[in-house]
T-cell receptor, first 112, second 111 residues
Framework: NAGVMQNPRHLVRRRGQEARLRCSPM?????VYWYRQLPEEGLKFMVY????????ESGMPKERFSAEFPKEGPSILRIQQVVRGDSAAYFC??????????FGQGTRLTVV | GQQLNQSPQSMFIQEGEDVSMNCTSS?????WLWYKQEPGEGPVLLIA?????ELTSNGRLTAQFGITRKDSFLNISASIPSDVGIYFC???????????FGQGTTLQVKP
């Protein structure tokens, strides 16, 4: 999974603050997926994006969560007005068209 | 929506034993992927399968893409302690582009 860069690795936010999670895909990859993982649980799909387009956001909460993948720069997962229940590990993966996906190391968000 | 059922949920085995886990789906996938995740890390791709019936090996790991395109299995032969982790299957639909994961199989190996 070398090549997919997520930052920060760890993020602490107080309730009500905003969290911004960044994901730089592997070179040449134009597809990005975001997943959320709670301790001892699996990977829950959140959103699938291609450059400048949200393809499927069926796993995103209706409020406070948004994602983008601009033409230039990393993909951003934004969580506004964080609550304790948002604490989790957030992983992104990138792929080419219909090819295998590679994951980043994740961002561990802690809301205090 | 699309779902993957992965089993078993967990396994506790003796070092040297072989391991088998599988994933089934009600939907057809064009690509099956198997990942391993260790504590505090992101999932690492182990094997990718692109054709129905395909059997692919990576060292002691062997995976197969089911003929119906609705299932896949992963075998680990002669397990060692460093095989410990959570193994996830994932299906990629070429129609939607969505990558769906199974619930994971937690493997523990007793030396």
């Amino acid at each position: 999974n070398a090549g997919v860069m997520q930052n920060p690795r760890h993020l602490v936010r107080r309730r009500g603050q905003e969290a911004r999670l960044r994901c730089s895909p592997m070179k040449g990859h134009s597809h990005v997926y975001w997943y959320r993982q709670l301790p001892e649980e699996g990977l829950k799909f959140m959103v699938y994006l291609q450059k400048e387009n949200i393809i499927d956001e069926s796993g995103m909460p209706k409020e406070r969560f948004s994602a983008e993948f601009p033409k230039e720069g990393p993909s951003i997962l934004r969580i506004q007005q964080v609550v304790r229940g948002d604490s989790a590990a957030y992983f992104c993966a990138s792929s080419g068209r219909n090819t295998e996906a590679f994951f980043g190391q994740g961002t561990r968000l802690t809301v205090v | 929506g699309q779902q993957l059922n992965q089993s078993p949920q967990s396994m506790f085995i003796q070092e040297g034993e072989d391991v088998s886990m599988n994933c089934t789906s009600s939907s057809i996938f064009n690509t099956w992927l198997w990942y391993k995740q260790e504590p505090g890390e992101g999932p690492v791709l182990l094997i990718a399968l692109y054709k129905a019936g395909e059997l692919t090996s990576n060292g002691r790991l062997t995976a197969q893409f089911g003929i119906t395109r609705k299932d896949s299995f992963l075998n680990i032969s002669a397990s060692i302690p460093s095989d410990v982790g959570i193994y996830f299957c994932a299906g990629l639909s070429s129609n939607t582009g969505k990558l769906i994961f199974g619930q994971g199989t937690t493997l523990q190996v007793k030396p």
